[in-house]
């Protein structure tokens, strides 16, 4: 990459911080503004040096030097936020889940395709080395034909209805926030997307689900059986079982190793680290889609997110509509 990108945050949250600091890694990334409604961008600009900071994301999106906006805030937010810098021409890297259904995914496409901007969904995982490796791997035949996937994504975070997960007025709940892991993996490893979508959802006391189930079965007949909660902690790992062995991916939200195991033995660990902290592998995609026109990745593609939206509205269909997700 030779020329420069000038990007801007909206929403100063932990994400936000995350990806700031990634951006450090990238050659040719200037961050130079951030906007918090909340009044959190000051601080923001000290702590990363940047040139405008903005209490006001109207004001922040008319800034000229602007190319590309990280919206970082919640998924609430996301349509209104995405299509606010669309408006405002911008290019978008929107953070999952990218809206709150699919309706909404498809509209912010619609004005991304006839403005010519660029858009993209944050499925940061979609980059990572690793996963590189491992669909290599996989393809290779190293472990045979592929019967069975399997993957949690449950942490334990303190009830606190104020919480973005427990809020539903945040879009809370585990669907969206961590389910959306290992369903993404699952599709991402098959390069396909499923025939059959069955899920269980349990909905808490501030009515979004606490603890979720995911039963996918592909067109090949491989199944994958996933789960997602944010009330108990289990290993974040993602299995892929086939006819000669399995590998087993720890934090496969961004892996940076592969444990083949054969016969029950562990064969190899595959070490693929990944360099700072590893949001740096979708802002260089990012910024080499808007150096060279395009309006979609073709790694990321606005097919991946529609069907993933498509499957997130399947899956809560009989449990959980989020307030308002249908004015638009
Ligand atoms: N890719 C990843 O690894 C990863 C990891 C964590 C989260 N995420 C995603 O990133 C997004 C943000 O997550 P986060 O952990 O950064 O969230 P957060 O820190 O709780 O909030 C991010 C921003 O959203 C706005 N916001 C939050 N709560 C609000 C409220 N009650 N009322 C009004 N505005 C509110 C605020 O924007 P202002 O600053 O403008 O006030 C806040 O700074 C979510 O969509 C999440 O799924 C991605």
Redesign the pocket.
């Known amino acids: 990459m030779t020329k420069n990108i000038n990007w801007g945050i909206?929403?100063?949250?932990?994400?936000?911080r995350?990806f700031a600091d990634a951006l450090k890694a990238v050659e040719g990334a200037n961050l130079i503004a951030a906007?918090?409604?909340?009044g959190?961008?000051k601080q923001f600009a000290e702590d990363f040096n940047l040139a405008y900071y903005y209490d006001d994301?109207e004001e922040f999106v008319r800034n000229e030097e602007i190319d590309v906006v990280y919206v970082?805030?919640?998924?609430n937010?996301?349509y209104e936020n995405t299509m606010l810098c669309l408006n405002n021409n911008k290019h978008v890297l929107c953070?999952?889940?990218f809206t709150l259904n699919a309706k909404q995914a498809s509209r912010l496409i619609e004005i991304a395709k006839s403005k010519k901007l660029f858009l993209m969904e944050?499925m940061?995982t979609r980059f990572s080395p690793a996963l590189a490796k491992l669909i290599s791997v996989i393809k290779a035949g190293v472990i045979g034909e592929i019967k069975t996937l399997k993957g949690d994504f449950c942490i334990d975070v303190p009830f606190d209805p104020?919480h973005?997960l427990y809020?539903i007025?945040?879009a809370g709940g585990s669907l969206?926030?961590l389910g959306i892991y290992p369903i993404t993996f699952a599709c991402m490893i098959l390069e396909r997307y499923p025939v059959e979508i069955t899920g269980t959802l349990n909905i808490g006391k501030t009515s979004v689900d606490q603890e979720s189930h995911y039963l996918l079965k592909f067109d090949k007949g491989e199944t994958a059986l996933l789960s997602s909660a944010c009330t108990y902690s289990a290993p974040i790992d993602f299995v892929i079982y086939g006819t000669k062995g399995r590998i087993v991916v720890p934090n496969f939200?961004f892996p940076a190793k592969l444990i083949l195991m054969k016969n029950g033995k562990t064969e190899e660990i595959i070490s693929v680290p990944y360099e700072s902290n590893g949001?740096n592998y979708e802002a260089i995609e990012v910024m080499e889609c808007i150096l060279q026109n395009k309006t979609q990745s073709d790694k990321q593609t606005f097919y991946d997110t529609l069907k993933i939206m498509e499957i997130l509205d399947s899956l809560r269909e009989a449990y959980l509509t989020y307030p308002n997700e249908n004015d638009f």
Do not use: V
Request: aromatic residues 12%; charged residues 25%; glycine residues 8%.
């Open positions: 909206m929403g100063c949250g932990g994400i936000a995350e906007a918090s409604k909340s959190k961008a994301y970082a805030t919640t998924h937010f996301h953070e999952k889940a944050a940061w104020k973005r809020n007025n945040l969206l926030d939200y949001k």
